[in-house]
């Protein structure tokens, strides 16, 4: 799977921003989807999920409230809507698949994200 990540900025604390992610190389509409992100010096952090038909999430504690994933099927594409920024958000954005076992899975656990497309630099001045 190939996915690539867009969207990203410099935002005021308070902000918003909505990342987008295309993805090709695999039925995009059987596997759920994620985004994470990586501060640095930090380890990389899970931020939200989604199942393969959008109707159900599950989003990080630092998040919740906040961001909003969703997806489109039709076209390959997930979606993160950030609102509330902070500047504890700034981060490099990825989004993430599973590995090809977890194909109609509802949810998978963030550790077992395997795939990772190029990310997208958010940051978020104070």
């Known amino acids: 799977v190939q996915l690539q990540a867009s969207g990203g900025g410099l935002v005021q604390a308070g902000g918003s921003l909505r990342l987008s992610c295309a993805a090709s190389g695999r039925t995009f509409s059987n596997y759920v989807m994620g985004w994470f992100r990586q501060a640095p010096g930090k380890e990389r952090e899970f931020v939200a999920g989604?199942?393969?038909?959008?109707?159900?999430?599950y989003y990080g504690d630092s998040v919740k409230g906040r961001f909003t994933i969703s997806k489109d099927n039709a076209k390959n594409t997930v979606y993160l809507q950030m609102n509330s920024l902070k500047p504890e958000d700034t981060a490099v954005y990825y989004c993430?698949?599973?590995?090809?076992?977890?194909?109609?899975?509802?949810?998978?656990?963030?550790?077992?994200?395997?795939?990772w497309g190029r990310g997208t630099q958010v940051t978020v001045s104070s």
């Open positions: 989604i199942s393969p038909s959008g109707g159900d999430t």
């Open positions: 993430a698949a599973p590995r090809s076992e977890w194909e109609y899975s509802d949810y998978v656990p963030p550790r077992d994200f395997g795939s």
